[in-house]
């Protein structure tokens, strides 16, 4: 129902800057477990550029470099992932990750840095293939409209789209994880990294 919220908004309201947070529960997959999120420092967040360029999302990485995030710039996945943890942010071009929404590789990768606490995002280009491939990996299932079409959140291929789990404890003990899913329709550098800095503290 969300979803579909946010479709009927961006068709009726083309021009207003929408940015969503989404998140819903679901199991916690392999009985591992996710810390909660807490407030980011962006001096202390760990920023990995897997991919290409592209201008907005060159831009948004001078933003951060400006609040003295350390970029590392990756043309492909890293072979290791020890250093990634909750303050960790994969930014992938759009574009590229497109082209490999069906790879195991980044299926793998993708599967064992979000349980580790990072988030995802994806900025520039056709961003709607990023939940394909988080779909196609098994970490976040698309729903499916009546006549079992994919309710893709980014089919209008946003400017910028991310993911993230969020962990809890129930009453009784039982662990579960809220995907979390961010979306923003604006080309506004300064809004976007503000919406983005608020979705990974939240």
Not at 19 to 29: K, W
Not at 174 to 201: C, H, K, M, R
């Amino acid at each position: 129902m969300k979803n579909k919220w946010i479709t009927i908004l961006s068709m009726a309201l083309p021009l207003l800057v929408i940015t969503c947070f989404i998140s819903f529960p679901t199991s916690l997959p392999y009985g591992s477990s996710v810390s909660t999120s807490n407030k980011i420092d962006l001096k202390h967040l760990a920023v990995w550029h897997i991919g290409n360029n592209n201008t907005i999302l060159n831009e948004i990485l001078a933003k951060m470099q400006q609040s003295d995030v350390q970029i590392k710039h990756f043309d492909c996945i890293p072979k290791s992932t020890k250093d990634l943890n909750e303050s960790a942010l994969i930014i992938f071009d759009g574009n590229w990750i497109s082209k490999r929404v069906n790879k195991p590789e980044i299926h793998k990768f993708s599967n064992e840095v979000l349980h580790e606490g990072a988030k995802l995002i994806a900025i520039g280009g056709s961003t709607s293939k990023f939940f394909e491939m988080l779909n196609n990996a098994g970490i976040n299932k698309l729903g499916l409209d009546k006549a079992g079409n994919p309710r893709n959140p980014a089919y209008f291929d946003p400017p910028i789209v991310g993911f993230k789990f969020k962990g809890a404890i129930t009453p009784e003990g039982y662990e579960y994880l809220y995907p979390s899913i961010f979306v923003s329709n604006t080309t506004d550098t300064d809004v976007i990294v503000q919406a983005l800095v608020n979705w990974l503290g939240g």
